[in-house]
């Protein structure tokens, strides 16, 4: 499905700020907003006394409320709602083709940041399109509004969220904060010693060199849109919350897809992102390259 913002919503406070995000989002970009809303639709022994009933008109009116919602505050916005009778992973899931799936997260302040639900990790997880994180009053501007933050990593999925991450601050009109950070092995701090080598100031400089590198072409294709590059020797997931917390209206990260008997996993990054950044995190999906995989020593 091509030109959709979809939005998951179930009424919860977090699943509105989700919407009003999304649907800011959608206007931004000339694109359609589909409101879904998962009820599975499974008889139990409560059928008989109507409860089953009761639920799903209850989740019909939630449903309306919110198409109602958007489409007073968003009137020239083209506004899709549907009430979907799967499980809210699967359904969800299932929207993977939309441009961005966009999700409430129940928020722990300014400090802990996200509390990333179940089914959240689980969508996160399958989904192969770009997945945004909301939670509860970012849609109002509680917090943030003064760049985007996307974290890089030169030899993995640079090209895809460097992609998102330009497009976002140039619909925004912001300026946009591209993060390498790296560390030194241990090993190679103390054979730089022996050596009487600066290790570290050669792999900062190398560093620098390479985020330039990456960055250069959206540059180039995003003229309008004020960047800023930061390298640091420091743990990613540490500097992103850092500077979220300074006041970014956006984080974007990568999630590498990985096909894998044993399930698909967020990486430890993401994880940690999504736990401590009080702002919206955009997690894009990437595959590795032929080049990448090579180098990894994969078939």
């Not at 409101?35 to 006394?49: F, G, I, N, R």
């Not at 961005?100 to 990333?116: C, E, I, M, P």
């Not at 250069?216 to 743990?235: D, F, K, M, S």
């Amino acid at each position: 499905m091509s030109g959709f913002v979809v939005v998951g919503v179930d009424g919860s406070p977090e699943s509105l700020a989700a919407l009003d995000w999304a649907a800011e989002e959608a206007a931004g970009r000339g694109a359609v907003l589909k409101v879904v809303l998962a009820w599975p639709s499974v008889v139990t022994p409560l059928s008989v006394l109507g409860a089953v009933d009761l639920a799903h008109r209850q989740a019909e009116v939630t449903l309306r409320e919110a198409e109602l919602r958007v489409r007073e505050r968003w009137p020239e916005l083209e506004v899709v709602a549907v009430q979907v009778p799967h499980d809210p992973v699967r359904a969800l899931v299932e929207e993977a083709g939309a441009e961005t799936l966009v999700l409430g997260s129940r928020g722990l302040g300014a400090v802990a940041g996200f509390l990333v639900g179940s089914v959240s990790r689980r969508v996160l997880a399958k989904v192969e399109c770009p997945v945004v994180l909301v939670r509860k009053g970012e849609a109002e501007g509680e917090a943030g509004g003064g760049e985007v933050v996307v974290g890089v990593d030169p030899y993995q999925g640079a090209a895809e969220v460097l992609g998102q991450a330009f497009a976002a601050a140039e619909r925004r009109g912001l300026p946009l904060r591209a993060v390498y950070a790296w560390t030194l092995p241990v090993a190679y701090q103390y054979a730089g010693i022996a050596a009487s080598v600066d290790v570290t100031g050669e792999m900062q400089a190398f560093a620098e060199g390479e985020l330039a590198r990456v960055v250069q072409p959206w540059r180039a294709e995003h003229p309008g849109v004020t960047v800023v590059e930061e390298v640091l020797n420091a743990r990613p997931a540490k500097v992103l919350a850092e500077r979220a917390a300074a006041g970014a209206e956006l984080v974007v990260i990568g999630r590498r897809v990985r096909r894998s008997p044993l399930g698909a996993h967020l990486g430890s990054v993401a994880h940690a992102v999504l736990h401590h950044v009080p702002c919206p995190v955009a997690v894009v999906p990437y595959e590795r390259t032929p080049e990448e995989k090579q180098e990894a020593g994969d078939e």
